[in-house]
């Protein structure tokens, strides 16, 4: 079904059309002075340049030839041609009764659906999760459900760094630690071991150590850099430890990702692309894309829209290694083949911007990406301290994700022991409380602002139960379910809607009507700030409406079940609404 803008923006083109008048400009969209009116069409602003005439003649003519004047309460005209648009409270609960009725909230899918790869998350194998990683892992996540709400085919890829120095760097410390495994035996035939040598904790600390250690010890450095060469060139003991080393780092990250709600589709990394590599960059040679530069091999990325110089692309460098460059370009031309992407969005911070232009102008200029497969740096900024740089321990070190994680969930915890109702629940109800809670105020705290945002982390702010903060809508949610739960044990049903029986009524339909061209607007924007935007604001319209309405003591039984369904669909677009956002909310709190 369509949405209310949609809905008068079919009615007011069809006017602009009988006035003879072009139809596209009949666009409707949600008013910028609700003191003045709910809707507004500017189009005769527009078309009075194209047509020669006033757009006060214009906006009269569509007016006029504006049918089905029942919808509206006022049509009225104001400054040099805006048609200012109210609805009539009949026509707006009408719609509220059909949009209740649809599993779907009235959005419809896209027109046009495609075919998305979503690359977020970008985590390294044997190194733990820390706060850099969040805001790739939050936003995408939240870019990834909003397309498939849409109907699009979409997979959300977490790209794994699997392939680089910190593989060798392990190796050459697991070797200095555990010399007698079969794994360093150049002689051992196999089978080699289904168990790992190592576990999770152990890759933790490891990593640390070798990698300090490397940056003042050659031999180590030396060492870890033959371990990579080695490990890349197929030695057996070394492809074995590699996976011991993948399968264990993958588990752990599945389990951090899920904490926070995030899944992925896929589990490919640098290490899926590596057989694709020489065949590429043969083809790439041959073609006359490669060349070799101060015995480098590299591809020209500058256009002649560059506003500055771009270097090439680097895809071999003089020793012979490839870097990050060849591995993304041969990501794309994997993606390409395996799954025919119309789109596929990077959300990776916003300083990779030079490095993505690169990739994909080369992409596009060897085709390795056709020129309709449209490849998308969707940026971030960083998640800061109240110094203003990036987020860091109080020992001034990278926090680790699942350390954010526990002091999130901790701080939760507190707060909702502040609430009477919670203290009488089981200790395993109450830590999964903590937890929806905790990671709500992490969520919305950092998709409430435009992706490209950099945002101070204020852990007590985010976890307020009062103004923009996760935890005030997950317990708005609560609340309203609450209501119909009272009203279910007092044989109460919600029923039809009657017509707005004031302002804030007529407010809370009016923002309700306004999830689809939010959902919509997500996508095309790649910005789920706006999802926040209508969630905030409909979780205080509604609590403005609870507290002016005694729903389940009111003695008008239509009036009473009219208002039930409105709290249903409330909580039914809020629910959803989060649910794109990436956030759970519990059943009681």
Not at 248 to 262: C, F, M
Not at 426 to 444: F, H, P, T
Not at 539 to 567: G, K, M
Request: aromatic share 8%.
């Amino acid at each position: 079904m369509a949405s209310l803008t949609e809905k008068l923006t079919i009615l007011l083109s069809e006017a602009f059309s009988v006035s003879g008048y072009d139809p596209g400009y009949g666009v409707v969209e949600v008013s910028n002075r609700p003191d003045l009116c709910q809707f507004q069409c500017n189009g005769a602003l527009s078309a009075a340049k194209r047509y020669g005439t006033s757009p006060r003649q214009i906006a009269e003519r569509v007016v006029a030839a504006t049918g089905s004047k029942d919808i509206f309460l006022e049509m009225a005209l104001a400054g040099p041609g805006f048609i200012n648009l109210t609805l009539s409270d009949r026509y707006l609960s009408q719609h509220l009764d059909a949009v209740s009725g649809d599993s779907r909230l009235g959005c419809d899918p896209a027109a046009t659906l495609l075919r998305i790869i979503v690359d977020y998350g970008g985590p390294n194998v044997a190194k733990p999760l820390h706060v850099g990683h969040l805001r790739a892992a939050i936003i995408g996540e939240s870019l990834k459900r909003v397309c498939g709400f849409l109907g699009h085919v979409v997979w959300g890829d977490v790209h794994l760094g699997d392939w680089g120095l910190q593989m060798g760097l392990n190796i050459v410390e697991l070797k200095r630690r555990r010399p007698d495994l079969p794994y360093f035996d150049e002689r051992f035939s196999g089978p080699y071991p289904d168990t790992s040598p190592v576990t999770i904790a152990d890759l933790e600390e490891m990593y640390p150590a070798v990698s300090e250690r490397s940056k003042t010890d050659p031999e180590t450095m030396d060492a870890a850099r033959q371990a990579t060469a080695d490990l890349q060139n197929g030695r057996p003991g070394y492809r074995a430890l590699w996976r011991h080393f993948h399968d264990v780092s993958v588990t752990d990250l599945n389990a951090h990702y899920a904490t926070l709600n995030i899944h992925f589709d896929l589990w490919l990394g640098e290490s899926d692309t590596q057989d694709r590599i020489p065949v590429l960059i043969e083809r790439l040679k041959k073609e006359g894309h490669a060349y070799e530069s101060e015995g480098a091999l590299v591809v020209d990325v500058a256009t002649p829209e560059d506003t500055r110089p771009i270097p090439p692309l680097m895809l071999v460098k003089s020793d012979g290694a490839v870097l990050y460059g060849t591995t993304d370009l041969a990501t794309i031309d994997q993606r390409v083949r395996d799954y025919s992407p119309d789109l596929v969005l990077y959300v990776v911070d916003n300083r990779q911007s030079d490095h993505f232009h690169q990739v994909f102008t080369a992409a596009y200029k060897t085709g390795v990406a056709p020129h309709h497969t449209v490849l998308e740096h969707d940026g971030f900024g960083t998640m800061n301290g109240r110094d203003g740089k990036p987020f860091k321990t109080r020992e001034g070190g990278v926090m680790k994700l699942k350390d954010l994680i526990r002091m999130v969930t901790d701080a939760a915890m507190e707060r909702i022991a502040e609430i009477e109702s919670v203290r009488g629940y089981s200790e395993a109800e109450k830590a999964e409380i903590a937890l929806r809670v905790g990671v709500s105020a992490l969520k919305y705290a950092d998709l409430m602002n435009h992706r490209t945002k950099n945002y101070i982390f204020d852990l007590e702010r985010f976890l307020s139960f009062e103004g923009r903060t996760g935890p005030y809508l997950l317990y708005t949610t609560v609340r309203i379910k609450s209501i119909l739960r009272r009203a279910a044990e007092r044989n109460m049903t919600p029923g039809p809607f009657l017509p707005p029986s004031g302002d804030l009524e007529r407010e809370l339909s009016l923002c309700l009507s306004e999830f689809p061209d939010t959902v919509r607007l997500s996508f095309e924007t790649r910005a789920p700030n706006h999802l926040c935007d209508l969630a905030f604001r409909l979780a205080t319209i509604y609590n403005r409406f609870y507290h002016e309405h005694h729903i389940l003591n009111e003695e008008n039984v239509n009036q009473r079940d009219s208002w039930l369904s409105l709290s249903r669909l409330t909580l039914n677009v809020l629910e959803k609404t989060l649910d794109l956002l990436g956030i759970e909310t519990p059943e009681r709190m």
